[in-house]
C-alpha cells in the first residue's frame, strides 16, 4: 500500500509539471507549430498520468470503470505519442513537418487512438483486492505494435536531429533523447508487454515514477539550452498565479465573508462590492509589479525581456545626433544585459563608401562595461560581408578552408557568432560576438535577440548611409551650382574686361594708323618711327592680353596634361627671367642656396608659376628696385620665393589677390594688369599641387612663396 501511495504520489507531482510545462511551452509562441505540437503532447501525456486516480479513489471499482479508464489511457498515450512524433518531425524539418506528412499522420493517429476504445484492443479489465487483470482483444498486438513504432520512430528522428546538427541543436536534440530513450522502453515493457503476460497486472503503476525522466530531460533542454521560447512564459506565468494567489484570492475570500455577514443589508452590500472593485483596479498594478519582480528573482534572474531590450536600444540609436554613437550605446546596453566580454558592429570600407572601416563596439574591463568607436582600413576575414550566422560551435561540422580559417581567427579573438548586420537593402556589416562572462555556451534566446539586434542596427545603418550619400550629392550639387555661377560670373566679367582692355589698344592703333594714311608725307622719320614703336606695343598688349585668356582657359577647362618629371630650378629660373623686358630683366637677382637642384613637377606650371610671379613683381615696384628669385634646398624640398620692394599689401588682401581679375590699379606701376597674372597662378599651382602664400604688409614690399618636391635622387 506505501509503495501504491509513493508511485500515485510522484505521478500526481509529475502531472502537474506536464501541464505546467504545456502551458508554458503554448503560452510563450501560440501560433509556432513546434510550440503547438509539443504543449498538446505533453497535455495528452499528464492526463495519462492522472487517467487512473477513479479507480483508485474508489474502494471497489466496477469492471465497467476499470475498462474504461484501461481504453482512455491506451487512447492518450497513443494520441501523445503520434503528437510527439509530429513534434519530432517539424523539429527535424526546422519548424514544421509538411501538409503531405500531416495529412497522412493526422488521420492515421487519430484512427489507432480511436481503435484504443473499442472491445477490439481490450475486451475487460478488473480490480479486486488492488489487483489489476485484463482480458485482450484481438487486436491488442496491433496497439502495443502502435506504440512502439510511434516511440522508435520518434526517438530516430531525434537521432537524426542530433547526428545532423552543429551545436546548441545538437545538445537540445541530445536530452530528448536520452529522456525519452530511457522512457519509451521501459513504458512499452511496464504498461505494455508485462501486462500482456502477465494476469494480474503489478508493473503498470512503476511506470508512473518513471515519467520524471523525460519531463526532467524535456524541462532541461527547454530551459538550459532554449529548444522553445518558455522561460519569460514561466516568469510571467508565475508572477499571474502568486498574484492571484497572493492579493486575488484574499480579496474574493474578503468579499465574499463581507457579503455574508451583512447579507440583508443591501445598500452596504453595494458599498463593499465597489471598495472590492476600487481596490482591485488600485492594488492589481502594484501587486503584479511586485510579483514580477520576485519572478525575475526567482526564475532565470539573468534573463531580459527582449522586446523591451530591443525598443531600449533603439531608442538609445535614435537619441544621438551621430548615428554611431547611438550604436555605441545600444551595444554597451546590450552587452551588459547579455553578459558578454564583447560585442562589437563592423561596417567595412566596401559599405561605408569613405575607404575606411567604421569599428563600433563594447568590451567589459574590471566589471565594468565600456564602450569605444574608431576607423581602420584593416582586411579581416571577420568584417567581410555574409548572409547567415557563423557559429564558433559548428567547428566540428567545417570542411572547407576558408571557413576553418574564419573559426580559427574567432577563436583567436574570443568570438563565439559572427551575426550580419542585414538593412532592407542587403548586408551592411557583421555584429562580432565574444564570449559570455560566466564562460557558459551562447543562449539561443540570446542569438535570437542578437539577430534580431543586428537587423535593427543595419536599418539605421543603412538609412544613415543613404543620408550620407545624399548629403554628399547636395554637397556635389551646391559645388556644381557654384561652379555654374562662378563660371557666368567669369564669363560675365571677361566680356566686362575685354571690351575695356581690348579697346585700349586697339584705339592706339586705329588712331596711329589713320595719322600714318592721312598725314604720311608730312612726318619726319622720327615721328614715324614713334607711332610705329606705338602701335608694335599695342600688338604686343594685345597679343599679351590673348595669351592670358587662353592661358586661364586651358587651365580651367582641364586642357593641360600635367606630366610630372625632374627638373632643373636653375633652368626654370633662367627661362622665366628671359620673358621680362630687358630694364627688368636687369633688375631681377637670382639666389640659388643648393647645388643642381632638382624638383620633380611639370616645366609648363613651373615656368607659368614663375613668369607671372615675376610679372606681378615687376609691375608692383618701382622700375630701380630690385626682385629677387629664391631657391633653398631643404631634406626632402624645396622652398621657391620671388621678392619685391614695392608698397606692399593689405593683409586682408593676401587670399583675394588670387581672384581672377583683381587688380590694385593705385599700385600699378605700369597700369598692364587686368587681374589675371596671380590667378593663373593659383590655378597652376593647384595642377602640380602646390600652394602659393604671400606674406607682405604695407611699405615692405611682398614675398610670394611656394615649396617643390625634390626629384628623386636629387
Excluded at 509539471?17 to 508554458?24: N, R
Excluded at 504498461?191 to 525522466?213: F, K
Excluded at 633662367?574 to 623686358?581: K, Q, R, V, W
Aim: charged share 20%; proline share 4%.
Amino acid at each position: 500500500m506505501g509503495n501504491a501511495i509513493v508511485a500515485i504520489t510522484v505521478s500526481y507531482i509529475s502531472a502537474a509539471l506536464g501541464f505546467f510545462l504545456a502551458f508554458s511551452i503554448y503560452r510563450a509562441k501560440p501560433k509556432g507549430f513546434l510550440n503547438r505540437s509539443l504543449a498538446a503532447a505533453f497535455f495528452l501525456f499528464s492526463l495519462w498520468m492522472i487517467c487512473p486516480t477513479p479507480s483508485r479513489i474508489v474502494a471497489d471499482p466496477s469492471p465497467l470503470l476499470v475498462t474504461w479508464i484501461y481504453r482512455v489511457s491506451y487512447f492518450l498515450i497513443t494520441l501523445a505519442g503520434g503528437l510527439f512524433l509530429i513534434f519530432c518531425l517539424a523539429f527535424l524539418k526546422g519548424g514544421h513537418p509538411g501538409r503531405r506528412w500531416l495529412r497522412f499522420l493526422l488521420p492515421s493517429i487519430a484512427a489507432l487512438s480511436l481503435l484504443n476504445l473499442t472491445p477490439w484492443i481490450l475486451t475487460q479489465a478488473t480490480c479486486a483486492n488492488g489487483v489489476y487483470r485484463q482480458t485482450n482483444g484481438p487486436l491488442h498486438p496491433l496497439s502495443i505494435a502502435t506504440t512502439c513504432v510511434l516511440g522508435a520512430s520518434s526517438l530516430w528522428l531525434i537521432h537524426l536531429k542530433r547526428r545532423r546538427s552543429p551545436g546548441i541543436d545538437r545538445a537540445r536534440a541530445t536530452y530528448i533523447l536520452i529522456g525519452f530513450g530511457v522512457f519509451i522502453p521501459l513504458g512499452v515493457l511496464l504498461a505494455g508487454v508485462l501486462p500482456a503476460l502477465m494476469s494480474p497486472d503489478v508493473t503498470t503503476d512503476w511506470i508512473y515514477p518513471l515519467t520524471l525522466i523525460p519531463i526532467g530531460f524535456t524541462a532541461y533542454a527547454i530551459l538550459r539550452h532554449r529548444l522553445l521560447d518558455v522561460r519569460m512564459a514561466v516568469r510571467q506565468t508565475f508572477s499571474y498565479l502568486l498574484t492571484l494567489a497572493l492579493f486575488g484570492v484574499p480579496l474574493v475570500a474578503i468579499y465574499a465573508l463581507t457579503s455574508a455577514w451583512w447579507n440583508n443589508d443591501a445598500e452596504l452590500n453595494l458599498a463593499i462590492s465597489v471598495s472590492t472593485l476600487i481596490i482591485a483596479v488600485a492594488f492589481t498594478p502594484m501587486a503584479l509589479r511586485w510579483a514580477s519582480r520576485l519572478a525575475s528573482r526567482l526564475f532565470f534572474s539573468g534573463l531580459y525581456d527582449a522586446v523591451e531590450l530591443l525598443h531600449e536600444a533603439s531608442v538609445a540609436i535614435t537619441s544621438r545626433k551621430d548615428i554611431r554613437d547611438g550604436v555605441v550605446v545600444c551595444l554597451v546596453m546590450a552587452c551588459g544585459r547579455l553578459g558578454l566580454k564583447e560585442l562589437t558592429a563592423v561596417v567595412p570600407a566596401a559599405v561605408t563608401g569613405k575607404g575606411v572601416n567604421w569599428i563600433m563596439g563594447s568590451g567589459e574591463r574590471g566589471g565594468e562595461t565600456f564602450g569605444f568607436r574608431r576607423e581602420d582600413d584593416e582586411r579581416s576575414r571577420l568584417y567581410r560581408l555574409r548572409d547567415r550566422i557563423v557559429l564558433a560551435e559548428d567547428w566540428d561540422t567545417v570542411v572547407e578552408t576558408a571557413e576553418e580559417t574564419l573559426l580559427s581567427e574567432m577563436r583567436e579573438r574570443g568570438l563565439v557568432a559572427l551575426v550580419p548586420l542585414r538593412g532592407p537593402g542587403g548586408t551592411q556589416g557583421t555584429l562580432l560576438v565574444g564570449e559570455k562572462l560566466n564562460r557558459f555556451s551562447l543562449d539561443p534566446m540570446d542569438l535570437d535577440f542578437l539577430d534580431q539586434l543586428a537587423a535593427r542596427i543595419g536599418l539605421f545603418i543603412e538609412n544613415h548611409l543613404l543620408s550620407l550619400h545624399l548629403m554628399d550629392r547636395v554637397e556635389e550639387l551646391s559645388e556644381a551650382k557654384r561652379m555654374l555661377e562662378e563660371s557666368d560670373r567669369f564669363k560675365s566679367e571677361v566680356i566686362s574686361i575685354t571690351s575695356h582692355e581690348f579697346r585700349i589698344p586697339l584705339s592706339v592703333i586705329n588712331g596711329f594708323a589713320i595719322i600714318l594714311r592721312n598725314y604720311f608725307p608730312r612726318l619726319s622719320q622720327e615721328e614715324r618711327d614713334e607711332i610705329l614703336d606705338h602701335i608694335v606695343s599695342s600688338c604686343h598688349r594685345l597679343d599679351s592680353l590673348l595669351e592670358k585668356f587662353l592661358t586661364v582657359s586651358s587651365l580651367r577647362d582641364g586642357k593641360v596634361a600635367v606630366e610630372m618629371s625632374p627638373c632643373s630650378v636653375e633652368a626654370a629660373f633662367n627661362e622665366a627671367c628671359s620673358t621680362l623686358p630687358g630694364d627688368a630683366r636687369r633688375r631681377v637677382r637670382v639666389v640659388l642656396r643648393g647645388n643642381g637642384m632638382q624638383a620633380e613637377t611639370d616645366p609648363y606650371c613651373l615656368g607659368l608659376i614663375l613668369k607671372n610671379l615675376l610679372d606681378n613683381a615687376r609691375r608692383f615696384s618701382d622700375d630701380l628696385s630690385p626682385i629677387t628669385l629664391l631657391a633653398e634646398e631643404r631634406e626632402d624640398h624645396i622652398e621657391v620665393e620671388v621678392r619685391d620692394e614695392g608698397e606692399g599689401i593689405e593683409p586682408e588682401l593676401s587670399e583675394v589677390i588670387f581672384d581672377p581679375f583683381t587688380r590694385l590699379e593705385e599700385m600699378d606701376k605700369h597700369g598692364e594688369g587686368i587681374g589675371l597674372g596671380l590667378y593663373i597662378v593659383r590655378l597652376a599651382a593647384d595642377l602640380i599641387g602646390a600652394r602659393v602664400t604671400v606674406e607682405s604688409s604695407p611699405g615692405r614690399g611682398a614675398a610670394f612663396r611656394f615649396t617643390l618636391p625634390k626629384a628623386q635622387g636629387s
